[in-house]
C-alpha cells in the first residue's frame, strides 16, 4: 500500500527467488482498466487473477493445489460460504474475490482532487506544472489527460530503438506494428509508485521527465505523439521542477496511508 500497491523493485521476485522481467504494476482504480498487464493480455480483473498462480516465475503452481489448500484452510471456507453461497471453494470464486477486492482500491481524494473541487489551492509551481501538463509543449495530456490519468491504451514511447528485447503488445497479437507499445499507467499516487515504465529503468520522476524532455528513441513503432523525437521538449529547469510538483499533487495521501 505504502508503494502504491505497486514494487519498490525494478523486478519482482517469485518463487524459489526467480525475477520477473516487468516491473510490477499498480492496481490503483483498476475496476477502470480495459485491460490488464502491461501487454494488455488480460481484459478483465478475473482473467489476471489467473495467471500468476500458474506463472512459472511468480507461484509455478496449479489452481487444483490452491484449491485444496484453500479448502483445508480454517477460515477461508466461512468466508467463501459468506461471501458465495458455497461449499466448495473453486478458481473461479478465488478470481472473483481478488478482483472484487481490487475494485476496491478506489483512489480519488488527492490534493489535486480536493483542488478541483475547490478545498484547497495549489502553488504557483504546482499550477505551472499543471499547465505544462496540458499544453502541447508538454504532451502529457495527450495519454494522461483523463481523470485516470491514464487513457487505457497501447504506446510505444520512445524507450528503445530496434530490435527490442521486449516486444509488449506486438507478442500478444502478433502483429509488428504493435511491438514495444505498453499500456499506459496511471499517474495517480506516482510520487510512491518507482521505479517507472514497464522494466523499471527510471528510479525517479526527474528521470522519467528527463526522458521525454529529451525527446526518446526512434522506432518504426514510436507514438506519432513523440513528435519532438529527437530534439524533445526544451523544458527549463524551473518548468521540469513544475511539472514534478504538479505529478506529486496527484498523491493521495490518506490512500496511501489508510488502515
Not at 504506446?155 to 528485447?165: M, R, S, V
Not at 523525437?229 to 505529478?247: C, I, M, R, S, Y
Amino acid at each position: 500500500q505504502s508503494a502504491a500497491f505497486s514494487d519498490t523493485n525494478q523486478f519482482s521476485t517469485g518463487i524459489d527467488g526467480f525475477i520477473g522481467d516487468r516491473n510490477a504494476s499498480t492496481i490503483i482504480n483498476a475496476g477502470w482498466n480495459n485491460s490488464n498487464f502491461w501487454d494488455g493480455r488480460a481484459s478483465s480483473l478475473e482473467e489476471q487473477a489467473f495467471e500468476p498462480v500458474v506463472n512459472p516465475v511468480e507461484m509455478n503452481d496449479t489452481w487444483l493445489n490452491v484449491e485444496m489448500k484453500l479448502n483445508a484452510d480454517i477460515e477461508y471456507p466461512t468466508l467463501f460460504k459468506n461471501a458465495f453461497n458455497i461449499d466448495y471453494i473453486d478458481s473461479n470464486h478465488v478470481v472473483m474475490a481478488i478482483a472484487q477486492f481490487e475494485r476496491t482500491l478506489i483512489s480519488a481524494n488527492s490534493k489535486f482532487d480536493k483542488y478541483l473541487r475547490g478545498e484547497t489551492q495549489l502553488t504557483a509551481s504546482e499550477l505551472g506544472g499543471y499547465a505544462i501538463f496540458n499544453s502541447e509543449k508538454g504532451d502529457c495530456f495527450h495519454c494522461h489527460g483523463t481523470q485516470m490519468f491514464m487513457d487505457n491504451l497501447f504506446h510505444n514511447n520512445g524507450l528503445d530503438p530496434e530490435p527490442f528485447t521486449d516486444l509488449g503488445l506486438g507478442k500478444i497479437t502478433n502483429n509488428a506494428s504493435d511491438n514495444a507499445k505498453f499500456k499506459t499507467p496511471t499517474l495517480r499516487n506516482i510520487e510512491f509508485s518507482a521505479p517507472y515504465m514497464h522494466d523499471g529503468r527510471f528510479s525517479t520522476l526527474e528521470e522519467v521527465v528527463e526522458h521525454y524532455n529529451s525527446g526518446g528513441e526512434y522506432s518504426l513503432t514510436v507514438d506519432p505523439l513523440m513528435k519532438k523525437l529527437g530534439v524533445g521538449l526544451q523544458l527549463t529547469n524551473q518548468e521540469k521542477q513544475d511539472l514534478v510538483a504538479f505529478l506529486k499533487t496527484l498523491t493521495d495521501s490518506d490512500f496511501i496511508t489508510e488502515k
